[in-house]
Structures are given as C-alpha cells and as structure tokens.
C-alpha cells in the first residue's frame, strides 16, 4: 500500500518528521518497504511544482482497513494521540428513483453478499482536476479520466473498490450478479479475451458478461469519453471467489487484492456516495435518488471482554487501565462496560480481525509500543536433554567427516529417471508432488544415492580430485492409506574401492556400537558391477556368534559337513540379514556410471540410521582390562572358493574358546599349482589373552587346533603345508 | 682436601656430565663430551682422581667407593647416549649426509567438514539447549491437521493455496486444496493418499514450516513443553540467488504457566548474543532485540523480530505468543498455560554469516565450496 504523505494531511495533522512517522508506523503493524520523493520539482521545466512522498507501507492479510488513507490515517491518530477528521459524503440527489433507472438482481448472494448502486446521469468526461491527479501519481496509479480516476481515488481514500459502468452499454439497464455460464468468455478492459470457468462470479447484463466480479471490468461497459450515464457499483465481493478467480487468470488487481482481504460493510455505502459526491463535484451530471442495496448485513460484531490482568499474563508488564480503554476507543472500539477489572468493547465494523481477548491484548501491546516489554526478564532455569538419536545422529556426522567426507545436502525431490535408477528400499510407486519441487524433480526421492552421484558428476566436470561425499537425510517409503514412512538415511560416494569404503561403514560401525558387528550378503542390482555390490546388516556379536562365546552351552555333537553344503550357521546370517537389515554397499557398474555420466571409479554405500542409532550404547561401561599379555597364533588354512571368510570368521570365534580376543585377517593367496584349482588359503591370526594369568603355549596352541579341527569338519579346511 | 669437597666436586662432575650426554645432537657433540669430561688425559674425571690423592687417610676408603660409583654412572651414561644416536641414525640413513630440510609438507591427511547449514544448525541448538530447550524432529510429509488446521490457518486461508504449497498427488481428487484456491492437484497414476482416523482423506503435503513439529510435541505430551523443532520446509520458489523450494528452519517454542512476551525477548537476546558469538561486556557487543508487530495465524501478538546489527536492525525471523486456538488444538488449556513460538530460517543467518551470496550454492556440493567451512 502506498501512502500519499500529502493526502495524509487531508485527515490526521502530521507534525512529526517524516521518518518518525515510518518509524513508529512499521513498529506497530504497517512495515516500511521504500520511500520516494515524487513531484514536479523533480523535473525544471514543470509549470506547477508539487512535491510529495510515496510511503510504502506493507500491510499484513490481517489489516485490510490500513488498505486506504483513512485506515492509515487512524493509526496515525492512534499512536500521535491526534484528531482525525473523516469526510462525511452527501451528495445531492436531484433525479428520479434509481429504480425507474436501473436493476439489479443478485442470483448468488453467497458470492455476493451486498451490491449497491448508484446512478448519475449527464456527466462530462474530462481530465481530473490537478490535486486529484498528482495523488493518483504518487501513489503510481495511471490517470485516465475524471470518473475513473475518482472511482480510484475513493478506493485508495477508504479501502473500498468501486467500478463505475457506461449505465448505456447495460443491456437492458440491467445488473445481474451470478456464476458464469458454461464455456462463456469475458473481455477484460486489458482487452484480452479470457474463458471462464463455471464458478467464476460474473457481473452480466441482460445479456452478457460486463465484469469479472471484484476482480476487472469489460471492454464494453467502461467509461470512455462519450460516456454521460454511470452507474456507479460498490459491493462485497466473497474473498475466496475473487482470489480464484484473480488467481485462475492470472488478474490480480488492486481491487481483488481487497476484495480478498475483506472489505467493511458499513464502508461500502460510504464509498459509494463518497464516490459520487465527488464525480458531481468534478464531472458534473445528476444523481438519482435513492440506492439500490442488496444483500443481508452480518450479525453485529459481538462484546468482547478484555480483562486487565491478561495483559500482564501475556505481555510481561502492566498497561494502566485508563490507557487501555483509551487506546481501545481510539481505535475505533466501542466500550460497553468497564469496571476495575475488565472492559468490554465491540470492535469497529473494519477491524473483522478483532474478536477475542487475545486480539485486544494485542492492540493494546502495539499501540502501547512492543519497546516497553524488557529484554531481561529471568526466565525459568530448566534442564533440557539431548535424544539419544540427535547426539548419535551427530556422532555420525563427525565420525564421517573424521574419515574424510564432506558433507552434502541434496533437493529432497528427483526426477522419475532417479527413482528408477536404484530402488533398495522400495518398490512402491514414489510419492509424486501436484507441482515439480525444481525443475523436473516431482518425485519425493527413495534413495540418496542418485543425488549424490548427481553430485559426484558435479565436481568430476569441475575437475575437483578428490570426491568424498557423505549425506544425511530422509527419503519417503509410500504406504497404503498411511503417512509414508520416512527414513533417516546415510549415503555416502568414494572414490575408493569396495573394501575402503566397508572400512568405512566397519569403522562407523565401532565407533558407535563397538558390540555390534557389521554383515553382507552378496546383491546383485544394476547400478553395481557384477559380484560387487551387497546388501548390509548389523547384528549384536552374541547373536551373530551365537551363545557359545558368550555364555557357554553345549555344543552339537560335531557331524562333518562336506564343503558347499550349507551349514546351519550360514542360514543363520541370512536370516539375520533379513532380521536385521542395514543398506547396501557396491562399486558402480560401467551401467550405473553412464547413468550419470562419470569417469572415475565410485563406490557408493546407503545405511539406515533406525538401527544404529538404535544400537548405540549410550553409556559405555568398562571392560576390566588384563594385566596378562596376548598370546598369538597364526593360521593359513585351504578352503574351497566357495567357503567365505564370514564363515571361517564365525567358526573361529565359536570354537577358539573363552580367551580369544581378536581375529584379524590378513590376505587371502590363490596358486592354482600349489594349492589346487578352486581353492585357496586364507591367512588370519588370532589374539589369545586370559584376564586369570599368562596363557601357557600348550593353550594357544590347543585353542588354534580346535579351531583347525572346526574349520576341516564345517568347511573343509586344511592347514596349508600341514602348518 | 676434605671429604666434603671431594664428594662436591663428584656431584658436580655427575650432574654436568648426565647433563652433557643426554643433550648431544650427534656423534661428534657426543665425542666432544666424552673428551671434556671422561677424557684419559685432561678429562675432568681425571682431574677429579688426582684429588682423591689428597684426601685424609681416614676418609679414602669412602671417597673411593663415591669416586667409583659416579664412574660407573657416567661410563653408563655416555655408552646410553651412543646407544640412542645410534638408534636415531638407523632410522633416518641419511641424516649425517643429506641436508634436512624441515619446509617439506607434512603427509597429506585428508579432512572432511560439516555441511555450513549443518554447523549453523549444530551451534543454534547448542545455544538453545544451554537454555533449556530440546531438539525435535518430526516427519517432512504432513497432513493438514498439522501443517495448517491445528496452527490455526482456516480452511480459507491463502496459506493453503496449491500454488504456495507442494501438495502431494493422488489418485482421487482430494477437497481441500480445491475449495482452498480452485486450483486442484492434478490426479496422477499414483494411489497415494491418506485417510484420516473418521476415514476422510485428507491431503498431504511436504510440510511449508516446522511449527507442524511443535504440534505434534504439544499433542504427545501435557505441558511444560520446551523445544526447538528443526528441518527441512519446502515452499514454491523459483531458484535464483535468494530463493530455493527446499529451506531449512528452526522454531523454538515454550509453553507453561506464566510465560510472557518479555519471556519471549529475552530469550531472543540471549540467543542472539550467544550466537553472534561476543560476551556482551561491553555497551558495544550487546545485543538489543526489538519487535515490530505481524501477522501469523499460530500467534497472537504476533511480531517480526530484529536484533541490532551495525548500527542497524537486522531482521531475524517471526515470533509471537501461541495463539489460544493452538494450545486448544492440542488440548492445552489456555485459560492455564501461555506460550511463545518463534522461528528463523537457518539459510540466511548461515549465509549471512560466512558471506555467501547465492543459496544455490549450498545445494551444489562443490568439495571446492564445502571444503571452506
């Protein structure tokens, strides 16, 4: 909105400095948003010089009264503790009954719950007096002619949108406010034809459409310089009618901008003799008598009881009463009781946004001035905790950047090529947004990792070397008749291979759950090259080793297995992959790369952090430490290709016995000459240590045979070279 | 020459000499103190022998036994500091021929960083959980209820125009985005929808603000509540240096008997200070908070908030006291309870903050970019 500093004048006296004025104005409720000087003094050769500021002010949806100078203007009143002096309209009526003159009928009255109207006849369209145009200026409004431009001079004064018809070009000297008809279209004063959808409420004639309700007027009916006969409209508009159809075309006018925000019934009478009052004034003719007025006033607004002590419970600080019922009545309240408690007031017909306690206690606070509340009050001391997933959640986050990952933040929407590119979570069709978030990502995304290879792709094209990227964030898993479900995810890209980045998620892994230990299953998926992708679990040690290391049960009686057949306990770790499932891990395939144009090698892995996060043990507690030190033992065992070291891993740790401390592996050697074709030996040692006294070499070396003797039985293990 | 001399010259002698070995760079340092001290012709260990000669009788035996004891020491000490040069030259072969040069880089070690949003997201709730609120997250796709009904935002209201929002598509046409603003979601082949608990559908939507946390909090748990809510929000923009559909947010809100908008500022100021990273001694590192009215559905008085900022007012984000209709959405009784709700978009303080000009930026993952913070 902006304001005439001039026109200001006509109803508040403004003995401030203009920027105390914007200053105390923008503090309670009406924002600076830019200041200008306008005039002819800004151009020399101006016959008349003039000067005046445009004041833009910004108004929230909640203030359509401050859409005019009036509304402005009080709560300059208000807050300067001035007059203010309001116009009273009354134009003289001379002609006939504007019934015998024109007719309105309204068929939908819940699009417009009031019309009125007023006709003048013999009217001289001219140019506006020169007052009247230069406020028009400043305010940007183009000058057309005398009628127009005080139809948009009264709109601007009170808030109220007017629209002046050539009452001759009204077929049938007819109003008729209704929807529109199917497939009818409208020429707007733009002239642009627009086509109408069946709800859009029109204002037609006997026989056509003449205006888009609130909204814009017809080439056909507007005021051109032949004009002598107006009929002069000033209604109630429904707010949401207006907005769609302002927002359907696309037609956004000063008019439906208030029209959307709610205009003051009582207001509209007002405008409308205001409106002809000054077309008398300055464009001559006749004003019939009477007007026509359609439509049901609202229930009167209702009492609202403002009790003082509330003031102080919301605010902070006391508000003596007196100041309060003045502030109240200033701005246009009407007291209906007051006592040493409470006041009562019903709010002005143009403040429809005042209505309970609270919006009175808000009144009082911003006229009162929001500077008086301190800024040191002693609020209350409380403890406040970290959940345990925020601080296991950041501890991922810098375990992550510990390893030598940056972290990345992606658009939480990708393009239907994305979802399709790798689906490990899901295969339910993605949820879709009405609109595209960006361009043509319109799908709520299922996976990191298309986003992040799209980001690896980035920096590969600006020749960054080193692209280590990790990012934590949800994607969307669709259910049926249900929120989706949102997954915490952790993707990350490397340039490194298979096994560095495993290192990765092993290390993650320690850091935050060191009981815990990490799973894969071979997965085959097309964004991975062949045998090198897999799918991830995690699972408590004691649950993955089964109960043998940790509470000592008996054994089953041990029947050879023959290699390749499947053992119990290779069951058992897919089934835990099942129970337990963590993300995926795998270099990308020459498919997967092309997918998103890279060169280089990249490694991608995408956990979810429910079970992490889950399996963070909070609070540490210690391992007593023993004073004995480790024994060693290494093995280098034959096995056939099929055997896998998760395996020989498990049988190890299940049969080295109580005092084994590690396993750690250390290559594995194929020579087909040596060895045998389809075979080849792991080499591993095991850390042997006893928190009771020094283990003796007869003890490793017994541990290391049960071992030995478990790998030959489960999976036909020998020793290499019989060592 | 009395015993007491005697031993005082060993004592010297002892101290200077462990002193002298430990402290030899290399051979030739190591050499030059063998000689000055254990030298067999003027070392002073020598020196000192030939004062065992003027010792009385009676104390010989004793300054014999002391003179051999520092001896043994010292001949121990000397072949320590061989063994130790030794060791040093094994591992660095070319030390006494090749020149050193300490300017040569260290080896590589690579560092990863913390997204920027991140780290300002990470030290504003670090600030506010010093004053007592705790972190909360909740889901990203929300229903109406949260994200406009229970904040107070009328089935009327702008706010929920598709074109301000991005509602999810469904297979049926769902009501309210359409009787919202016309503009209805389009239908796609996806059966995606929701269907509230008295089987209406109900739209859903990837949440325009994070106050639809708080809503949930409220509705999870009587007050006292105190809490930042924090995440991703996504709203229509067109990309461009100020402006990207997906944004991040912070809102902190506190409801319990008695709290008032003073309350409200002050923790505002506090938080301020803390983050903008000065103590606050002096007149000119302290921050002032200043409020000038608003509008939000979800708070009433509703105020934009400023801070003081180089002479100026810096705009901060929106604040407010919750509006009795929100504490009587979640069941709070606001005859009871009082609280205040305020929020800040976390891009632009970051940017501000380490002067990044364009938002893009932030979403672009250059390792170049990323690497700065």
């Keep these: ?77 208000v807050l300067w503790n001035q007059p203010l002096s309001i116009p009273s309209p009354q ?99 733009d002239h642009r034809q627009y086509e109408l959808a069946p709800d859009t409420c029109v204002i037609a004639d006997a026989e056509r459409t003449v205006a888009l309700a609130g909204v814009m007027g017809g080439t056909e009916s507007e005021v051109s310089t032949a004009t002598t006969d107006l009929l002069i409209e000033a209604a109630d508009f429904a707010p949401l009618s207006v907005r769609n159809t302002a927002r359907q075309l696309s037609l956004h006018s000063p008019s439906s901008f208030r029209f959307e925000r709610g205009v003051d019934w009582p207001g509209i009478d007002w405008a409308s003799r205001r409106c002809c009052e000054l077309i008398l004034e300055f464009a001559g003719g006749e004003l019939a008598e009477g007007s026509i007025d359609i439509g049901v006033p609202p229930a009167a607004h209702p009492e609202i009881k403002l009790r003082f002590n509330q ?16 502030i109240l009545t200033a701005l246009g309240g009407h007291e209906t009781h007051a006592c040493d408690h409470c006041v009562k007031f019903i709010a002005p017909t143009w403040r429809a946004d005042l209505t309970r306690e609270i919006d009175l206690v808000e009144e009082v606070a911003r006229i009162h001035g929001y500077d008086k509340i301190p800024e040191d009050a002693s609020v209350k001391l409380t403890a406040s905790a970290r959940s345990h997933e925020d601080s296991a959640r950041d501890t991922i986050g810098d375990t992550m950047v510990a390893m030598g990952f940056s972290e990345a933040m992606t658009l939480s929407a990708v393009t239907p090529e994305w979802i399709g590119c790798f689906r490990p979570w899901t295969t339910a069709a993605p949820l879709t947004t009405a609109t595209p978030v960006l361009r043509r990502a319109n799908c709520l995304r299922q996976s990191l990792v298309p986003s992040l290879l799209a980001a690896r792709r980035t920096n590969e094209t600006l020749s960054n070397p080193v692209i280590e990227l990790f990012e934590i964030a949800g994607v969307y898993l669709p259910e049926i008749e249900e929120m989706p479900k949102e997954l915490r995810l952790l993707a990350l890209t490397s340039g490194g291979d298979f096994f560095t980045v495993k290192g990765y998620l092993e290390g993650l892994l320690r850091t935050l759950a060191p009981q815990w230990q990490l799973l ?60 337990f499932p963590w993300g995926v891990l795998g270099e990308l395939s020459p498919w997967g790369l092309k997918q998103f144009e890279l060169r280089g090698r990249t490694t991608v892995a995408e956990i979810d952090l429910g079970p992490l996060v889950n399996a963070v043990q909070r609070v540490r507690t210690l391992d007593l430490l023993s004073p004995y030190p480790p024994v060693h033992r290494d093995l280098n065992v034959v096995v056939g290709e099929s055997v896998r070291w998760a395996d020989v891993e498990r049988i190890t740790r299940t049969h080295a016995g109580p005092h084994l401390e590690r396993i750690e592996y250390q290559e594995t050697y194929r020579d087909p000459q040596r060895l045998g074709k389809g075979k080849k030996s792991l080499l591993f040692s095991i850390q042997l240590r006893s928190s009771k006294g020094t283990l003796t070499r007869e003890q490793a070396d017994q541990a290391r045979e049960r071992i030995v003797t478990a790998l030959g039985q489960e999976l036909g293990g020998q020793l290499r070279d019989g060592k | ?117 991140t780290q300002t997201i990470r030290s504003m709730k670090e600030i506010m959980g010093r004053l007592g609120f705790s972190a909360v997250e909740g889901p990203e796709v929300e229903d109406d209820w949260h994200n406009f009904e229970a904040l107070n935002i009328s089935r009327t209201h702008p706010a929920r125009d598709p074109l301000d929002n991005f509602y999810l598509a469904t297979a049926e046409s769902h009501g309210t985005p359409r009787s919202a603003a016309g503009g209805n979601a389009k239908g796609t082949e996806n059966g995606a929808s929701l269907k509230n608990k008295s089987g209406q559908r109900r739209p859903m939507l990837l949440r325009s603000q994070t106050s639809t946390v708080q809503i949930r909090v409220m509705e999870d748990r009587p007050p006292p509540v105190r809490v930042i809510s924090l995440g991703r929000v996504y709203r229509p923009d067109t990309a461009d240096s100020t402006h990207y559909p997906m944004f991040h947010q912070i809102e902190g809100l506190l409801v319990d008997q008695g709290v008032t908008m003073a309350d409200l500022k002050s923790v505002l100021r506090l938080f301020y200070q803390s983050y903008f990273g000065s103590d606050g001694k002096s007149e000119a590192d302290r921050v002032h908070v200043r409020f000038r009215t608003s509008f939000f559905p979800f708070t009433e008085p509703s105020v934009e908030v400023d801070m003081n900022w180089q002479s100026g007012w810096m705009e901060m984000g929106g604040a ?17 309870v009082t609280g205040f709700a305020f929020g ?30």
């Design chain 1, 1 to 77: 909105m902006i304001v005439s500093w001039n026109w200001l004048k006509d109803y508040v006296e403004l003995p401030m400095p203009l920027g105390e004025l914007t200053e105390r104005l923008t503090l309670s409720g009406l924002n600076l948003e830019g200041l200008e000087k306008v005039g002819d003094d800004l151009d020399p050769r101006a016959p008349e010089r003039w000067t005046d500021w445009a004041i833009d002010l910004e108004v929230t949806s909640n203030r359509p009264d401050c859409l005019g100078h009036i509304g402005v203007a009080r709560e300059v009143a």
């Design chain 1, 91 to 189: 134009p003289q009526e001379v002609g006939p009954a504007v019934s015998s003159l024109a007719h309105v009928t309204v068929e939908s009255p819940s699009l417009c719950p009031r019309y009125t109207a007023r006709v003048i006849r013999g009217v001289t369209i001219g140019p506006s007096p020169k007052w009247l145009a230069d406020r028009l200026r400043t305010l940007g409004i183009a000058v057309i002619n005398n009628v127009v431009d005080i139809s948009n001079y009264v709109m601007m004064e009170c808030g109220q949108p007017l629209h002046t018809f050539d009452l001759s070009k009204l077929a049938g000297s007819r109003i008729v406010v209704r929807q529109a008809r199917p497939g009818e279209s409208f020429t707007a004063i």
């Design chain 1, 311 to 326: 003031i102080e419970r919301v605010l902070g600080i006391t508000v003596p009463g007196e100041q309060v019922r003045g």
């Design chain 1, 520 to 579: 894969a299953e071979s997965w085959e998926d097309r964004l991975f090259a062949q045998g090198r992708g897999c799918r991830l679990s995690i699972a408590p040690a004691s649950i993955i080793d089964g109960p043998a290391l940790h509470e000592p049960k008996l054994q089953e009686s041990g029947k050879p297995i023959s290699p390749g057949q499947v053992s119990p306990g290779q069951a058992d770790q897919k089934q835990l992959a099942r129970d």
């Design chain 2, 1 to 117: 020459m009395a015993l007491k001399d005697f031993l005082a010259s060993l004592k010297s002698i002892r101290q200077h000499a462990q002193e002298a070995f430990a402290a030899a760079a290399d051979k030739k340092d190591l050499e030059a103190a063998r000689i000055e001290l254990l030298g067999a012709k003027s070392g002073q260990l020598r020196k000192v022998q030939q004062g065992l000669g003027r010792v009385d009788k009676s104390d010989k035996p004793e300054a014999g036994r002391h003179f051999n004891e520092v001896k043994t020491l010292l001949e121990s000490a000397f072949a320590e500091a061989q063994q130790r040069l030794a060791e040093a030259g094994a591992s660095l072969p070319e030390r006494e021929t090749d020149p050193f040069d300490p300017t040569l880089p260290g080896k590589p070690v690579r560092l990863g960083q913390l997204h920027p949003i």
């Design chain 2, 320 to 336: 407010g006291m919750v509006d009795p209709n929100v504490l009587r959405a979640v069941g709070y009784d606001p005859e009871k």
């Design chain 2, 344 to 373: 800040l978009g976390v891009e632009r303080i970051c940017m501000r903050q380490h002067g990044i000009t364009d938002i893009r930026d932030l979403y672009q993952n250059d390792v170049r970019f990323l690497e700065q913070f």
